[in-house]
C-alpha cells in the first residue's frame, strides 16, 4: 500500500517569494506522483504529474516538481508566487496497475502581500 | 469543452432523508469515481465504477450506494444521511485504471 506524507499544514508566504511544498511518500512498488490544486469550495484541479521519464514535471501556472526516488519525495517549487496561488494542495500518490489514488493530507499555502 | 459536471453544487437535506448527487462527464471516460472529502481532510474514496463494474472500497458505509446509468453519468445516493455525512463529494473520471483523474467541482452536502 502507498501513503503520502504532507509535513507542512500551512505554508504562509509573501507575494513574489519562491515557494517549497514538501511531499514524502511510501510505496513499495513504483509510483506514479500527483500535485492537485484546490481552491476555496471548489473540486482539484491537476497541477502536475509524474509518470516515468524524466524526474523534473513542470505543470501549469508555473508551479513545477522534481521526483526524488531515493528521498522518497515529490516537491512542489514555484519560483515566485501570487496572491492567486491561495489555495490547498495535496500530493497524491498511486501504485503502478491500478491501485487507488491515495492523497496526503494537503498543504494550505497563504500568500500575503 | 469537455469536462465533469457535479449538480448541485450545494445540497442541503435532512438528517435520515436520502439524497441523490448527480456526476456527469463529456470526456468518454470508462472509469468514474466517487469521493467524500469532510473539512480540513483529504479526499477519500468510497467507490469507482470501471464501465458497469461496480467496485466498492471495504470501509464504505452501506449508507452509500452508487448508480451508473450510462457512460455519461454516475449517482451517488445516501439512504439515510445522518450529521456525519456533511462533507464536500467529489467526483473523477479518468479514461482508464492507470490514467490520470479529473475532478469535478464537487457537490457540498449539508445535513440539518
Known amino acids: 500500500a502507498q501513503s503520502v506524507t504532507q509535513l507542512d499544514s500551512q505554508v504562509p508566504v509573501f507575494e513574489e517569494a519562491p515557494v517549497e511544498l514538501r511531499c514524502n511518500y511510501s510505496?513499495?512498488?513504483?509510483?506514479?506522483l500527483f500535485w492537485y490544486v484546490q481552491y476555496p469550495n471548489q473540486g482539484l484541479q491537476l497541477l502536475l504529474k509524474?509518470?516515468?521519464?524524466?524526474?523534473l514535471v513542470k505543470g501549469i501556472n508555473g508551479f513545477e516538481a522534481e521526483f526524488n526516488k531515493s528521498q522518497t519525495s515529490f516537491h512542489l517549487r514555484k519560483p515566485s508566487v501570487h496572491i492567486s496561488d491561495t489555495a490547498e494542495y495535496f500530493c497524491?500518490?498511486?501504485?503502478?496497475?491500478?491501485?487507488?489514488?491515495?492523497f496526503g493530507t494537503g498543504t494550505r499555502l497563504l500568500v500575503s502581500p | 469543452d469537455a469536462m465533469v459536471i457535479q449538480n448541485p453544487r450545494y445540497q442541503v437535506t435532512q438528517f435520515g432523508k436520502p439524497v441523490t448527487l448527480s456526476c456527469s462527464q463529456t470526456?468518454?471516460?470508462?472509469?468514474m469515481y466517487w469521493y467524500q472529502q469532510k473539512s480540513s481532510q483529504a479526499p477519500k474514496l468510497l467507490f469507482h465504477?470501471?464501465?458497469?463494474?461496480?467496485?466498492n472500497e471495504a470501509d464504505t458505509p452501506d449508507n452509500f450506494q452508487s448508480r451508473r446509468p450510462n457512460t455519461s453519468f454516475c449517482f451517488l445516493d445516501i439512504r439515510s444521511p445522518g450529521l456525519g455525512d456533511a462533507a464536500m463529494y467529489l467526483c473523477?473520471?479518468?479514461?482508464?485504471?492507470?490514467?490520470?483523474?479529473?475532478f469535478g467541482p464537487g457537490t457540498r452536502l449539508l445535513v440539518l
Open positions: 473523477a473520471t479518468s479514461r482508464d485504471l492507470e490514467e490520470t483523474q479529473y
Open positions: 465504477y470501471y464501465d458497469k463494474d461496480f467496485n
Open positions: 497524491a500518490v498511486s501504485g503502478t496497475g491500478f491501485q487507488k489514488l491515495v
Open positions: 509524474y509518470l516515468s521519464g524524466s524526474t
Open positions: 470526456l468518454n471516460h470508462n472509469v
Open positions: 510505496s513499495s512498488v513504483s509510483v506514479y
